[in-house]
């Protein structure tokens, strides 16, 4: 009985080796394969999802074989589709840590093999955070609809809804942030009727109410001290307008806007002249590494929104004592709008210090709306500048946040078609020299073909956030804690 | 033919549903499909199935798109129907084979009926109930108690995942069954009876630890109505109908001696209840306005005229479409005010978060040629879209303004999901091979017009400047005579005739044969305005 068992085993086996198409008679081409995502010569985390991909030919049959010393990972498919299984990947991955792999495709078109000129993929040993959070909103222009923020590992394909609009009334609700990149430090703020800002802290969520008589808005945008007890806070007055010719849709300013810090433990606001001067705009906060200031873009106000090309953000900082919540008295301007020609905004501070990554633009304050937005990267110890040439693309590039080693940026870009933004990897080396960034893997290649949906504020984190979509509809139903 | 009779009453009551929705409501149907976007792929089939009720809701869905002929879709909700009552008369005649009260079993599908002529009530109801009356019926052909008992227990949470709220109707009628057909009170009866009412009740609460979706919805059911929030009666007065009917058959003593009285008092009761249904369904001016829709949709700019002659509009909707076909026909300037016109609302209606409204202020701004403004208003209304679902006339219009604004990634993207359809992929296939292609662009009369009218100087777009923007953009191209009535026709109705003396002169660009009736009329009333000298 077994024996006959292993003979129908083998005789299964044959059937689908055989129908497994290989190479024969192969035509050596000098081009790169047309894969969707462009997965040649980048560098990726050990710890990543599968790269799957597709070809965007005729092929009704592909090898892709990908080796790295004694290492290799092969697969046959029909059609024009490669989806690498988990485990095998898993163990390629880890067997080519730190290593670079040669990757070949091969395809059969028209019924002729060809194969394709050879790329890499270097396999960096820096792991990338496991876990991604990023809104999903249609790139809409007021009306939004089927809001999520969700979680997504980036080891793999599991993704989980931490907010859903169905469940909070409806209601539209602004990108998740990380302190620290850690799962238990984060916030988002849900608008409406019983809206308020949802702090998870220390595994405890909370649904604040940031606001005080001095305040314009409860808090827009945000970032974390590094203590997580503070958060600093850009409040502001959104006007969207919509433009008239085709390779512009929509832009937002805003009208007024401040910053203010936000104590958690104490439910206080501070603030100082500084952050919340009347004749000029201030926003984008965020803190840097140490905690002892907070950066931030500032404009002179123009007349909006007939002045609107001449809003230029500059990029400063201000010291801030967290023993004392006090302010310096001293604004330091690091990126100087008028001499540059560029508006900055979300400016970022890598976790180890080094770096400030940030969006330049023509004008304005919605990167993500601009085609020329570009990321850019400061040495804040020399003050120099890379143009991150490799990373950026044609269209907009921005919404970025680090990894918590430092190694790995991610950040939103609208380069495949314009309009649908999606969440980028790119590789920083400790040399700070930036690598060809990769597009989030997806467990079906056609994934991002059908996908109306764009990926805002992309967010890494070390690990799982402890709350989902039902605890915050629970969460909505309290009442808000007040700040003074 | 007494053998025959309830297929025969079956038969006229399916001629009466399709005659109804073929002849007298078929733009409500053509609306519906609009509103969705069936795709032939795995990704759509896990989409839409991939939460509670998903199965009814997909297949509602696949049968919609089949009202883009609206005949074809008076047919299928004709047949829909028919096969609810059948199922109906079905389980009712098992429980009581002698009966003289079958034509109760038309009550439920006459109540859908009704509901159906709410332009929101979506298919997905009658599929899953269908399916539910399919799994009752199957209940009734197991002979074994415990088997049904089991069959109870294990299928209705599967019905559940199926077809959503709807399972509730399954479990009674289940019980219903086991009570009134096998007679049945063992242990297995009680057993199947206390852990049916168990699930209906706990099923969707414990679900709703598991499932992110709000408890009311998990209790009632998704994708029935367009609108998520609507009141409970709207599913019960359906299920308890359902429920009710095999025990009337039951309990409701026969009237043998009386057969004719008890048929002709049940087919005028009928009768009755279907003019009712009707009457407290039908929408008339609704109709009238998807009418004009319609029209617009498929560029039928004489017949909107021809309508109007017949009945002036009066609704921002309707008049905003008359004058839209007016202007294409080249009868604005003359015969406007032949027609209601209220105020500028009828002309270019004010933006508003709605689905329909923004539909038609889209198709106004695009034949103007303001593109990047008629793609916004198309956007939104699909974001509007109150069940989340795209529409293949959004993105088909959005893949033609992106194809005119020469993005043709986002076209491709658009034209590529359409391509997965069966009524847009003619459309989808026919302007794919535009794309990169500007010669043949050009050749094409309608994008190529619309290039030449688009602003090419860029401005950020003001809804309380319209006036202002159709300035702009007849100044832009002085052969655009649409923006050039349009705007005349703005001053007229705002009575700001200094600036339509301001701006009559410039139409000698357009190269009218004679002064437009309208502009003849304005003059004089301005004539009279100055002083006369001595």
Known sequence: MKTRFYYILVWVI????????????????????????????????????????????????????????????????????????????????????????????????????????????????????????????????????????????????????????????????????????????????????????????????????????????????????????????????????????????????????????????????????????????????????????????????????????????????????????????????????????????????????????????????????????????????????????????????TYHSWSSNSRWLVFASKRDDGLYGKPYFCYIDRAGKAHKPFVLPQKYPAFYDDNLKSFNIPELSKGKLSFNAVDIERLMKKENEKFK | MKQYINQIFSLVFGLAVFTFFAFFYQYHIYYQEQYQLFLFTGDYFTQMSYHIGGLAAYLGSFLTQFFYYPKLGALIIAVLLVIVQELILFLSTMMKRQSYWTLLTFIPSIIYWNMLCDENTMMTGVVGLIITLLAASFYMLIENGWTRMVYLIVFAPLLYVMVGGVYVVFIFLSIVIEYFYFENASTSAIIGTVGGVLIAVFLPYACSFFVQAPLDRLYLGFDW????????????????????????????????????????????GVVLLIVFALYNGYNKQKEEIMNYDFLIRSKQWDKVVQKAQKKS??????????????????????????????????????????????????????????????????????????????????????????????????????????????????????????????????????????????????????????????????????????????????YLLTGNMQQFAKCFPLGKSIGYDHVPYTYQQALKYLGRQVPQSK
């Open chain 2, 225 to 268: 109505y367009r609108f998520p929030i609507v009141g409970v009666g709207f599913y019960l007065s359906i299920w308890i109908s359902v429920v009710l009917v095999p025990i009337l058959f039951v309990v409701i003593p026969d009237m043998k001696k009386h057969a004719f009285f008890c048929t002709t008092a049940q087919f005028v």
């Open chain 2, 313 to 490: 509009p009066n609704t921002p909707m309707s008049v905003a479409d008359l004058n839209l076909a007016l202007a294409k026909t080249g009868e604005m300037s003359d015969h406007m005010f032949d027609f209601f016109q209220r105020d500028p609302q009828g002309l270019l209606p004010d933006f508003q978060r709605d689905f329909t409204l923004p539909l038609v202020t889209s198709e106004v701004y695009y034949q103007l040629g303001f593109i990047n403004t008629a793609q916004r208003y198309a956007f939104e209304a699909m974001e509007a879209t109150p069940d989340y679902q795209k529409s293949g006339r959004v993105l088909r219009r959005l893949a033609e303004t992106n194809l005119i604004n020469g993005e043709y990634k986002v076209a491709y993207k658009y034209l590529k999901i359409l391509q997965k359809s069966i009524f847009y992929r003619k459309f989808a296939n026919r302007t794919m091979a535009l794309l990169w292609n500007e010669k043949a662009i050009n050749a094409d009369p309608e994008y190529s017009w619309l290039r030449k009218c688009r602003p090419q100087k860029d401005f950020l777009f003001s809804e309380a400047e319209k006036d202002m923007m159709l300035g702009t953009l007849f100044v832009h191209n002085r052969k655009n005579r649409m923006a050039f009535e349009y705007l005349m026709a703005y």
């Open chain 1, 14 to 397: 044959g059937v689908f080796v055989a129908c497994t198409p290989r190479p024969k008679d192969v035509n050596k081409l000098s081009v790169l394969p047309p894969m969707y995502p462009d997965y040649t010569d980048i560098t990726v985390p050990y710890n990543i999802a599968p790269l799957n991909f597709l070809l965007r030919n005729d092929a009704d049959a592909v090898e892709c074989l990908a080796q790295c010393g004694e290492s290799v990972l092969q697969l046959n498919k029909r059609g024009h589709e490669i989806c690498f299984p988990i485990a095998a990947w898993k163990k390629f991955m880890n067997e080519a840590k730190g290593k670079t792999a040669e990757v070949k495709v091969s395809a059969r078109i028209n019924g002729r093999w060809v194969q394709y000129r050879t790329f890499k993929w270097q396999i960096a040993s820096d792991k990338i955070d496991p876990y991604l959070s990023y809104r999903l909103i249609e790139p809409d222009y007021e009306v939004w609809n089927h809001l999520q923020l969700v979680e997504r590992c980036v080891e793999g394909f599991e993704e989980h809804v931490i907010c859903d609009h169905n469940l909070v009334d409806n209601s539209c609700m602004n990108c998740h942030v990380y302190g620290n990149q850690d799962p238990k430090l984060s916030l988002f703020y849900v608008r409406g009727k019983n809206g308020g800002t949802i702090l998870n802290r220390n595994g405890k969520l909370r649904k604040l109410n940031i606001k005080n008589s001095q305040t314009i808005s409860s808090g827009v945008y945000a970032g974390f001290h590094p203590s997580g007890r503070y958060g600093v806070f850009s409040s502001n007055i959104i006007i969207p307008a919509f433009h008239a010719v085709d390779s512009k849709r929509l832009e937002v300013y805003d009208t007024k806007s401040d910053i203010f810090v936000a104590d958690f433990d104490r439910n206080t606001i501070y603030s100082c002249p500084q952050l919340s001067d009347s004749t000029v705009l201030e926003t984008f906060p965020t803190f840097s590494s140490d905690g002892r200031y907070i950066y931030f873009c500032t404009a002179r106000r123009v007349d909006l929104p007939k002045e609107i090309k001449r809003l230029k953000y500059n990029l400063c900082r201000i010291s801030f004592n967290a023993a004392n919540h006090t302010f310096g008295t001293k604004v330091d301007t690091i990126y100087n709008a008028r001499l540059m020609g560029h508006s900055v905004c979300h400016p970022k501070v890598s976790p180890d210090g080094k770096w400030l990554v940030y969006t330049v633009a023509d004008y304005g304050t919605f990167p993500i709306w601009h085609r020329e937005a570009d990321l850019q990267m400061i040495n804040l110890r020399t003050g120099t500048i890379d143009k991150l040439a490799v990373v950026n693309s044609n269209r907009s590039d």
